[in-house]
């Protein structure tokens, strides 16, 4: 790795011009990554003459009072319950101050920028200037070298971090690109085929760092015998699926309410397959498909039918489809390129979108419930991961609740663990936590099965055949609402692992579960079983979508952010508590489940009518 210094010639010699006296001040480093994705390598130096659109996101005014605002509407003990905010509302508390704008407008100036060259974006949140290589450089005391992926493609980044003036640095969230590789732009031919599935049938994206949760390879399965009971330890049905959460509930204001899905890239469900299945399911559905929202150019393929490209999205709308009524719309959030949740929050929020003017940047229409079955590692700057979730819960503030696969490989992101020099190895080492399922704003839905022999009336266990996605965070520290819950489970469980195998003091995952394995499919013309956290989620959001017509039949709004209220003592009796199983990775056993909360099933499967009642009787 190349040692950079050169950045220490550049300390001190940054004069700040707003104060009445010029201030020096020395470069900091302002973020750093502590290894590559893997798949990456350091390639070559950058051109010092290739144009850099550099961006750079001011620091967003209260936004340390984010968590305060949405336990101000989301604690149930908040006379304040359910009043989300306007858009407009959370625009104007978040927006930069005027001495941010001024500082780094100075900043960029003063260093030999010429005020023309610098755009301000309409609503201030971030300046815009195309820069070369080597002025980047000197502004951010970096080096810039071309990345190279083993299939080819190439990325233009900074190495190791950035540095800003000190001053400057206190109004900066962020500047981009810098050392991001996750919503990496394709940069040559055959790049935007970003989702690979390796051998074991999981996939990533490992340009990205994205992958899809399932690690469950499709099994065929014999005839589905009806809608009978009977065998749902072998065929779990819609059926079934009702049976085990007695989710039996007929919308009455489907028309006011909203789902949407999350799909990347060419990953796509095929309408042939949907038909097949509502046939059996719930024929209600027979012809109807997901409402499109495109964001960066995401495109539907109906008559996609490459298993590794249509298991995901197949898997997702015939549950969220199969368990509501054809009255109620189903969204797909399609998101194009190469991207993920950065993408996803652009569009849905013009304002926190940074590659301003560029197609994705639209205020797209929030469904009340997002459900998402996608993720990566919480390895990514760390500046990034904190906005992202930052803007996750200025999204929820609005009323949207977004639901998150926690993941099938444990407490390992994907089968990767980290070595102990902090480099990324496969499954051994210590536990890799997973991202966005780290962030307190979004729900994280752990998996569980019905045991071999057992009905949907018995108790589930944490699912043996992968492990269902649970940790602790590196980079958020434990909420509040959680901490009782979590603590208890520190205290009571004695776990073989020393501080740097998991990070005791994190922001502890999932919140939840739900059904994930042997789950009925139809994938390419066939009945078959899949599962996986990717099926948890929808399950659990589909209950939620219920949840979210009951409030707003009765004049109530969405439930919104939803974890102070289910982590509450409201809400003790909703949960079905799981207490067989765990989930190992990582060359360990990785967490055993145990009464009450745990990192493999969270606080339970959801009792439907119980978790509807509570909600219910929330202002
Ligand atoms: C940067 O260059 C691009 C392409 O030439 C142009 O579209 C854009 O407006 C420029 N941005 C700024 C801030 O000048
Ligand atoms: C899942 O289905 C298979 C048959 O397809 C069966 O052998 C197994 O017992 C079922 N349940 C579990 C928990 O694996
Ligand atoms: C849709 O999928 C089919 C089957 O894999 C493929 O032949 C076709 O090229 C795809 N269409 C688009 C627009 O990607
Ligand atoms: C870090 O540790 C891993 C596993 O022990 C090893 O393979 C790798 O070479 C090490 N990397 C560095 C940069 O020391
Ligand atoms: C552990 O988590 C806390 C947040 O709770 C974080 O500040 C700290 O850096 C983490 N420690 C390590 C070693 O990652």
């Known amino acids: 790795m190349v040692f950079l210094s050169s950045f220490f010639c550049l300390a001190g010699a940054v004069v700040s011009v707003l104060g009445s006296e010029p201030q020096l001040s020395p470069h900091v480093l302002h973020e750093h990554r502590r290894s590559l994705p893997s798949g990456w390598s350091l390639h070559r130096r950058a051109d010092p003459e290739t144009t850099l659109p550099l961006s750079i996101a001011l620091v967003q005014s209260n936004i340390d009072s984010l968590e305060e605002y949405l336990l101000d509407i989301a604690d149930p003990d908040s006379p304040n319950y359910g009043k989300h905010w306007t858009p407009a509302q959370v625009r104007d508390t978040f927006r930069p101050s005027q001495e941010s704008i001024d500082v780094v407008h100075a900043w960029l100036t003063t260093d030999g920028v010429h005020p023309e060259r610098v755009q301000f974006s309409p609503d201030g949140m971030h300046l815009r200037v195309n820069v070369s290589v080597s002025e980047a450089e000197r502004l951010l005391a970096t080096e810039y070298y071309v990345y190279q992926h083993e299939d080819g493609a190439e990325h233009l980044a900074c190495q190791h971090g950035y540095h800003l003036p000190e001053h400057v640095s206190r109004h900066v969230e962020l500047v981009k690109p810098t050392i991001q590789f996750t919503s990496a732009k394709p940069s040559g031919p055959g790049v935007s085929t970003s989702i690979k599935r390796s051998d074991l049938g999981r996939m990533r994206a490992r340009r990205s760092g994205v992958h899809k949760p399932s690690g469950v390879p499709t099994h065929p399965a014999k005839a589905?015998?009806?809608?009978?009971?009977?065998?749902?330890?072998?065929?779990?049905?819609?059926?079934?699926?009702r049976a085990l959460y007695d989710f039996y509930y007929d919308l009455q204001v489907p028309d006011q309410n909203s789902i949407g899905v999350v799909e990347l890239g060419a990953q796509n469900y095929n309408g042939h397959d949907l038909d097949l299945f509502f046939k059996?399911?719930?024929?209600?559905?027979?012809?109807?498909?997901?409402?499109?929202?495109?964001?960066?150019?995401?495109?539907?393929?109906?008559?996609?039918?490459?298993?590794?490209?249509?298991?995901?999205?197949?898997?997702?709308?015939?549950?969220?489809?199969?368990l509501l009524d054809v009255a109620q719309p189903v969204y797909l959030?399609?998101?194009?390129?190469?991207?993920?949740?950065?993408?996803?929050?652009?569009?849905?929020?013009?304002?926190?979108?940074?590659?301003?003017?560029?197609?994705?940047?639209?205020?797209?229409?929030?469904?009340?419930?997002?459900?998402?079955?996608?993720?990566?590692?919480?390895?990514?700057?760390?500046?990034?991961?904190?906005?992202?979730?930052?803007?996750?819960?200025?999204?929820?503030?609005?009323?949207?609740?977004?639901?998150?696969?926690?993941?099938?490989?444990?407490?390992?992101?994907?089968?990767?663990?980290?070595?102990?020099?902090?480099?990324?190895?496969?499954?051994?080492?210590?536990?890799?936590?997973?991202?966005?399922?780290?962030?307190?704003?979004?729900?994280?839905?752990?998996?569980?099965?019905?045991?071999?022999?057992?009905?949907?009336?018995?108790?589930?266990?944490?699912?043996?055949?992968?492990?269902?996605?649970?940790?602790?965070?590196?980079?958020?520290?434990?909420?509040?609402?959680?901490?009782?819950?979590?603590?208890?489970?520190?205290?009571?469980?004695?776990?073989?692992?020393?501080?740097?195998?998991?990070?005791?003091?994190?922001?502890?995952?999932?919140?939840?579960?739900a059904n994930g394995w042997n789950i009925t499919v139809v994938a390419d013309g066939e009945f078959s079983t899949s599962g996986g956290t990717s099926a948890s989620a929808p399950i659990f959001a589909a209950m939620l979508v219920a949840v979210n017509d009951a409030r707003i039949a009765v004049g109530k709004s969405p439930v919104g952010w939803i974890n102070p209220a289910i982590y509450s003592h409201w809400f003790a009796s909703v949960w079905n508590d799981i207490t067989d199983g765990s989930n190992p990775a990582c060359g360990t056993d990785g967490f055993p489940t145990a009464p009450g909360w745990d990192p493999v099933t969270g606080l339970g499967t959801p009792n439907f009518p119980r978790m509807l009642a509570r909600f219910l009787a929330l202002p």
């Open 333 to 513: 959030y399609q998101i194009g390129r190469d991207g993920f949740v950065d993408d996803l929050l652009s569009a849905f929020d013009t304002q926190y979108c940074i590659d301003i003017g560029t197609k994705h940047c639209k205020d797209k229409p929030h469904t009340n419930v997002v459900s998402i079955s996608y993720g990566t590692g919480e390895d990514g700057p760390h500046n990034e991961m904190i906005r992202q979730c930052n803007e996750m819960g200025k999204v929820a503030l609005t009323g949207v609740t977004f639901v998150y696969a926690s993941g099938d490989n444990g407490p390992s992101n994907a089968g990767e663990c980290f070595a102990a020099n902090g480099t990324e190895v496969d499954d051994v080492g210590n536990f890799f936590p997973d991202f966005p399922g780290t962030c307190q704003y979004l729900t994280a839905v752990g998996s569980t099965q019905i045991n071999t022999g057992s009905s949907p009336y018995d108790p589930e266990s944490a699912t043996a055949d992968f492990a269902s996605g649970g940790g602790f965070s590196n980079v958020f520290a434990r909420p509040r609402f959680q901490e009782r819950h979590v603590a208890r489970y520190l205290k009571n469980v004695e776990l073989p692992y020393g501080p740097n195998v998991f990070n005791r003091t994190g922001r502890a995952y999932p919140d939840v579960a």
């Open 224 to 241: 589905v015998e009806g809608n009978s009971l009977d065998h749902c330890d072998e065929q779990v049905t819609l059926d079934c699926l």
């Open 280 to 322: 059996k399911f719930n024929e209600g559905r027979v012809n109807d498909r997901p409402k499109l929202i495109s964001i960066d150019g995401g495109k539907e393929n109906v008559t996609q039918t490459d298993d590794d490209l249509i298991g995901e999205a197949n898997l997702d709308f015939e549950l969220v489809m199969g």
